[in-house]
Every structure is written in structure tokens, then in C-alpha cells.
């Protein structure tokens, strides 16, 4: 414990206190009965950890969800302090993944989630306008004010676009980043879009924004975000040794943009919390458990499958 309490400690000074993990609940590495999970602040992560959530309580485990910044989550990972993560997007943290999961600190489980978009995007009266592609962007600059707006520092996308800039990819040389948080850079959009302003920022799919605005995304981009991607749920080291059962609940766990969709938007409705907005979607679509829970055991090792029905 004295060990992992130092970690944290220097975790908690490198994250700039962002990292929320506390000393008193860290787990013991060999410990399965709670999930250390982390959320980086996304609305479509949040509705998959809620899912995951549901699950596990289900099977008589316990989820922990910390909200931390993605290097944070990386490094918590390599260190043990965090033991699952469902947001790794690919490409776009292509250099989180050479540097801890290439080398096998952390482990990448499974793809929980494929045929993603995650690129820059405008709202579509300023596509209409002309801009279609990365290098379009300079052609308005005034119009753009010469800023981009991004989500949370030290997000692997926000790196990729700070490149852009200080690289002068697309004649972006001049230009500023942004950074705030996920729902900061949804409400200058808002704003933008009301007095139809031109406005670039980060956008993704799955996400209720590609509902909430009418925007398009960018071309032009590919080298550092991809044309298309998809998301891989990450363990640290050693987990599926240590923690087989849930391992394997893990493994099955994959997901579709329709139904993170159902999820994201019930919540940015407010119409419940995405604990709520998960169990209602499963109530809907039980027959999805059949293929999560194939193979999954309760902790102390009955019917996973019963076990969760019951909860619904």
C-alpha cells in the first residue's frame, strides 16, 4: 500500500491535481471486487462506463469511475492505479498507444466500437460557404479569427491540431488552439451557430452533437486523425490474469453508434442520468446480454446472466 501511495502521489502532482483517484481507495492490484475505470470528461465514454457499470453491479462487482485527463489515464494505467479504460480512440491516440501499449504497459483487450469519424468540423452554412477541407481553413481566417477550438488539455487530438499549427500544416502557422473542456467547446459552438458565425472545432461520432447541430465534418485531416477509426477498451497490465471473470465480461463488451447514440441524446435531454439512460436502453434491447455476458460468471460465481436480468 505504501508503494501504490506513492504513486499516487506522484501522479497527483504530475496530473496538476486533476487526478481524483483517492489514497484511501486505492485498490490492491490483486483486488477484482472493484473496477477502477476512468471517463475523460466525454459524453460517449460516460454512457459506455455507465453500461460496463450496470453490468458489473449486476455480477456483484463494484465500478469506480475517475474523471482524468487522458495522460493521466495512460500513466494510471502503467502504474496500476487505474484498471480499465474504454475510450482508447484510434488513430488519434496513435502516440499514447506507441508509448504505453506498444511497449506492453498497458494492454489493449479488445475493439469495443468501430466505423468512428474524429476530425475537425464546421457548422453547414459555413461548409456551404466554401469550407470542405483542412486547407480551406486559411482562406477564412479572419472570418475563423485564426482559432480552432478543441477539447480538454493534453488530449491526444488537441496535440495532433497544436502540431498542425506549430508545423504550419494547411497555412495554419498563425493560428490558436483552443483548449476547454468538451462542453465549453459545445457551447462557444452553440453560440457561433445562433449568430452563424464561422466557427472550427473538434468533432466525433458517436456523439448527440452530430443531432444537435447541422455540421459537417472536414477532409483533409487524415494523416493525423484518420479517415475512420474505432475505439479499443485498454487493462493494465496483468488484469485479465488477475481478474479473468471480468476479463472476460470486457471482452464481449462491444458497442454500436446507434446505440451510444440512444444514450448520449436521453441524457443531453435531460431526461435522465446515463446511469438511467443505460439500464433503460438495456431493458430495451435485452438480448444484447446474452452475447456480453457469455461465458461471465457472477463474483462469487453464479448465473451473470440471471443475476443482471434481475437488476433491469
Not at 502540431?163 to 465549453?184: C, M, P, R, Y
Request: include cysteine; charge should be neutral.
Amino acid at each position: 500500500m505504501k508503494v501504490l501511495s506513492t504513486k499516487l502521489s506522484t501522479a497527483l502532482l504530475t496530473g496538476v491535481g486533476a487526478l481524483a483517484l483517492s489514497i484511501g481507495t486505492v485498490q490492491a492490484a490483486e483486488s477484482c471486487d472493484t473496477v477502477r475505470m476512468a471517463d475523460p470528461g466525454w459524453s460517449d465514454i460516460a454512457a459506455t462506463n455507465a453500461v460496463a457499470s450496470f453490468l458489473l453491479d449486476g455480477m456483484g462487482y463494484k465500478a469506480k469511475v475517475d474523471t482524468l485527463a487522458v495522460p493521466i489515464i495512460f500513466g494510471g494505467m502503467k502504474d496500476g492505479l487505474v484498471d480499465v479504460f474504454l475510450g482508447n480512440w484510434m488513430p488519434a491516440q496513435q502516440a499514447h498507444y506507441d508509448k504505453f501499449v506498444k511497449t506492453g504497459d498497458v494492454v489493449q483487450l479488445n475493439k469495443n466500437l468501430e466505423g468512428t469519424e474524429f476530425t475537425l468540423a464546421v457548422p453547414d452554412y459555413v461548409y456551404a460557404a466554401g469550407v470542405h477541407d483542412y486547407a480551406d481553413l486559411a482562406k477564412f481566417a479572419d472570418k475563423f479569427d485564426k482559432k480552432i477550438y478543441g477539447i480538454g488539455a493534453g488530449a491526444p487530438a488537441n496535440q495532433s491540431l497544436q502540431e498542425i499549427i506549430t508545423k504550419n500544416q494547411f497555412d495554419l502557422g498563425q493560428w490558436k488552439l483552443v483548449e476547454s473542456s468538451e462542453q465549453a467547446m459545445l457551447s462557444e459552438v452553440g453560440r457561433a451557430v445562433k449568430r452563424e458565425r464561422f466557427i472550427t472545432f473538434l468533432g466525433w461520432t458517436p456523439h448527440p452533437m452530430n443531432v444537435q447541430f447541422k455540421m459537417k465534418y472536414l477532409t483533409g485531416g487524415e494523416k493525423y486523425f484518420g479517415a475512420s477509426g474505432s475505439v479499443y477498451t485498454l487493462t493494465r497490465k496483468g488484469y485479465a490474469q488477475a481478474c479473468p471473470n471480468v476479463a472476460k465480461l470486457l471482452t464481449n463488451l462491444t458497442f454500436t453508434q446507434e446505440m451510444e447514440n440512444t444514450i448520449m441524446a436521453q441524457v443531453a435531454d435531460k431526461k435522465g442520468s446515463n446511469a438511467e439512460a443505460a439500464k433503460a436502453w438495456i431493458a430495451a434491447h435485452p438480448e444484447v446480454l446474452n452475447g456480453w455476458l457469455e461465458g461471465v460468471k457472477t463474483k462469487d460465481g453464479g448465473d451473470a446472466l440471471a443475476a443482471v436480468k434481475a437488476k433491469l
